[in-house]
């Protein structure tokens, strides 16, 4: 088992920046690809970014590329999202999830994930 834990959402300005968080338990985060999905309300969920279990890869959605970057620290099992230049279209739940040795754009840019956490908040005002 492995749990997700989200941090660092909160209200910030357009043009602004925010660095979510997201540790894991357990002790095979190094196993896991990460990966970065958003919700707003009354939308489908969207991927964001996803890392390689590697850490050798990673990939972004069309509406983040350039503005967002993904990265992990294995050593403290944990993942971050980088999101510079916010805009209000980036207001959502931001969900982190875990897939076990995920390495390519097929499997990460997909949302079966084998483990998600609960979400962070992130608003941006215009």
């Known amino acids: 088992q492995v749990q997700l834990v989200e941090s660092g959402g909160g209200l910030v300005q357009a043009g602004g920046s925010l660095r979510l968080s997201c540790i894991a338990s357990?002790?095979?985060?190094?196993?896991?690809?990460m990966g970065w999905f958003r919700q707003a309300p009354g939308k489908e969920r969207e991927f964001v970014a996803a890392?390689?279990?590697?850490?050798?890869?990673?990939y972004y959605g069309d509406s983040v590329k350039g503005r967002f970057t993904i990265s992990r620290d294995n050593a403290k099992n944990t993942v971050y999202l980088q999101m510079n230049s916010l805009k209000p279209e980036d207001t959502a739940v931001y969900y982190c999830?875990?897939?076990?040795?995920?390495?390519?754009?097929?499997?990460?840019?997909?949302?079966?994930?084998?483990?998600w956490g609960q979400g962070t908040q992130v608003t941006v005002s215009s």
């Open positions: 890392i390689s279990w590697r850490g050798a890869n990673t």
């Open positions: 357990g002790r095979t985060f190094s196993s896991y690809a």
């Open positions: 999830a875990a897939d076990l040795y995920g390495s390519s754009w097929s499997e990460l840019a997909n949302d079966e994930y084998d483990y």
